[in-house]
């Protein structure tokens, strides 16, 4: 099974939503996969399809270091190998059974797809932390018009939310959506990160439907 190491660095996610022992569906550039994060901790990344039957492992579960189909329970590790086989529990599964699998990185917060040929780590926002993600039902290109901030890199966009500076994390999704993961000044207060928690929500009303609503 080959890797899907295809795409560059890519913002995936906020570390704090995904905690140990969980997974989430991800949409990356070479198609839907799971994400996931060990009992302990270590992060990987599957593609999100079971070698059985085809059901989606992000809709599966994590046990111990191994995530496992919901389906009939194959259970696969971090490098993509069938481990078990519940039906067949005396057998070791073949090691043609494999899920592809891909790169990803960790910091300030955020998870990054990344390319395991790839020596380049993840940008670095001194002075923020992530607050929120994100979906917008429209290109990032829409969303940057709308911010009217600026490119601080690719798919990277500063600008400001209810007087706050900003940093917004954008990936592309599947039929012209976006995911933005959204950092905030790491001084701010609580209020004001509210306050920039519902600008970002105006910004996203504005953007999918085309009015100039004020969001800074
Ligand atoms: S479809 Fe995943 S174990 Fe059967």
Known sequence: ??????????????????????????????????????????????????????????????????????????????????LRIPAHPDLEPPASIRVATGSVLEAGGVIWRARADDPSLPPDFPGFVPLRSLSFAVSRDVISRTLGGESAGPGILKGTLAGSAVILLCAEQAEGTSLIHLLAPADATLDQRIAVSRAAETLRRAAETGTTEAAA
């Open 1 to 82: 099974m080959p890797s899907t190491d295809a795409a560059p660095l890519t913002p995936l996610a906020l570390s704090e939503d995904l905690p140990p022992a969980t997974v989430m569906p991800i949409w990356t550039p070479e198609g839907p996969m799971a994400l996931w994060r060990s009992v302990g901790g270590t992060l990987s990344l599957a593609a999100d399809r079971c070698p059985h039957r085809g059901m989606r492992l992000s809709h599966g579960f994590v046990r111990g270091e191994a995530l496992s189909c919901i389906y009939h329970g194959w259970s696969y590790d971090q490098g993509g190998r069938c």
